[in-house]
C-alpha cells in the first residue's frame, strides 16, 4: 500500500524545570493510504503526544525538537510535504480537510458558545466551497451516522445540552463530515460503554470504504486494534518497538513487550484465564530512561552486560519491523 503519512524520528520533549522528559524520543511509523493503523501500548509511552505532534497540536512545555512529519499528495507524484516545517497557515489547511483528529475528551475541540451545528458547517466551509445549507445537511447526515437520535434537532443543541457519549459522538461526526484523508482518533470510543463503541468502529470502516479514508487509531485496547486494524504499531516510551501487519503483530508478536501485552489478553493471547492482567513491573518514571533497550528492566528475555548497554536498532523480522538485540543488532 502507498504511504500517506510517514513519521521519521519525531522527538517531542517537555521541558521542565526538574529536566526533559523525552516523551516522544525517536518515533517512526507509517499510515498506508485507506488503511487503518492502530498504535498501541500502556498510557505513558507517548501514543497520546505522538497523535498531537503530527498536528503540531502540542504547547509548552512540549516542545517538538526534532523530526519529521511527511503527508503525500492525492497522486503518487511530487514529493511529501512536511508538516513540522509548513507555514501555519498551510497547516491551518491540512486540519480537518486533510487530517481530522478526535480526542478522547470531546471538550477539548468543541466550542461552548456555539451549536453542534454551527461548528460542524463552519468546519466543512472551511475547506470546501459549499453553501451554509448544504453543509448543515450534510451535518444532518453524519450526526445521525454516529447514532446520535433525532438530528434534525440535535444539530441546534449547544455541548452542555449533550450528556458526555452524545458529545464525544458529535464530535467524531464533525471530523468525519470533513471527509480527511487521514483521522487520527486518540481512544474515541474509551469512555463510550461497549455497544456505542461497537457501533462507532463500525462506522469509522464503513466510511473508510466509502472515502477511502485512512485511520490512525490511538488505543491501549488490544481487542480494539485486532478488531479494526490492518497494521499495528507498538509503542514503548517513547518509541515505536514493533511495527507491522495486524496479523502478524497480534499472533505472532516478536518484541517480548508486545508479547507480554498480547498474553495479557486472554483472548488474543489464547492462554485462557490463568494469565496475570498486565506486564510485569510498570513504565518507569519520566526521567529515567533506563539505558540499552528501555524496555530492559521488565524483560524476560533480559540479556545483561547487552540490553542494558546496546540501543537496538528496528531490523526486518518476517514481515515485522522490531527493535530488539533478539533479532538484530544495535548501537552502544
Ligand atoms: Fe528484552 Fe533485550 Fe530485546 Fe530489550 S533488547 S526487549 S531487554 S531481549
Ligand atoms: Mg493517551
Not at 497480534?250 to 501485552?261: E, I
Amino acid at each position: 500500500a502507498m504511504p500517506l503519512l510517514e513519521v521519521r524520528d519525531l522527538r517531542t520533549h517537555f521541558e521542565l524545570e526538574d529536566g526533559v522528559v523525552k516523551a516522544v524520543d525517536g518515533v517512526d511509523l507509517t499510515v498506508s493510504r485507506g488503511r487503518t493503523l492502530a498504535v498501541v501500548g500502556e498510557s505513558g509511552c507517548g501514543k497520546s503526544v505522538t497523535a498531537r505532534s503530527i498536528l503540531r497540536l502540542v504547547e509548552r512545555p512540549a516542545r517538538i525538537v526534532g523530526g519529521e512529519v511527511l503527508l503525500y499528495g492525492d497522486e503518487s507524484a511530487g514529493d511529501p510535504e512536511d508538516l513540522l516545517a509548513a507555514k501555519d497557515r498551510r497547516l491551518r489547511q491540512v486540519r480537518w480537510a486533510d487530517i481530522a483528529m478526535v480526542f478522547q475528551e470531546p471538550m477539548a475541540s468543541l466550542s461552548l458558545v456555539h451549536t453542534i451545528g454551527d461548528q460542524i458547517v463552519e468546519a466543512i466551509r472551511l475547506h470546501e466551497n459549499v453553501s451554509k445549507a448544504v453543509a448543515r445537511e450534510r451535518a444532518i447526515e453524519f450526526l445521525g451516522r454516529v447514532g446520535i437520535p433525532d438530528p434534525n434537532r440535535r444539530v441546534d443543541s449547544y455541548p452542555f445540552e449533550l450528556s458526555g457519549g452524545m458529545r464525544q459522538r458529535a464530535m467524531i461526526a464533525m471530523a468525519l463530515s470533513c471527509r480527511p484523508r487521514l483521522l487520527i482518533a486518540d481512544e474515541p470510543t474509551t469512555a463510550l460503554d461497549v455497544t456505542t463503541q461497537a457501533q462507532i468502529l463500525d462506522l469509522l470502516q464503513d466510511l473508510q470504504e466509502e472515502f477511502g479514508m485512512a485511520i490512525m487509531l490511538i488505543t491501549h485496547d488490544l481487542g480494539v486494534a485486532a478488531q479494526v486494524a490492518d497494521e499495528v504499531a507498538v509503542m514503548y516510551l517513547g518509541e515505536v518497538v514493533e511495527h507491522g501487519p495486524a496479523t502478524s503483530v497480534l499472533t505472532k508478536p516478536k518484541h517480548p513487550y508486545t508479547q507480554a501485552l498480547v498474553r495479557s489478553v486472554p483472548r488474543l493471547g489464547q492462554r485462557g484465564q490463568d494469565r496475570l492482567a498486565a506486564v510485569r513491573g510498570s513504565v518507569p518514571p519520566p526521567y529515567e530512561r533506563p539505558s540499552g533497550c528501555r524496555f530492559h528492566p521488565r524483560c524476560d528475555a533480559f540479556m545483561a552486560g547487552k540490553c542494558d548497554e546496546i540501543v537496538p536498532v528496528r531490523v526486518r523480522t518476517d514481515d515485522i519491523d522490531v527493535a530488539c538485540l533478539l533479532y538484530g543488532e544495535g548501537e552502544r
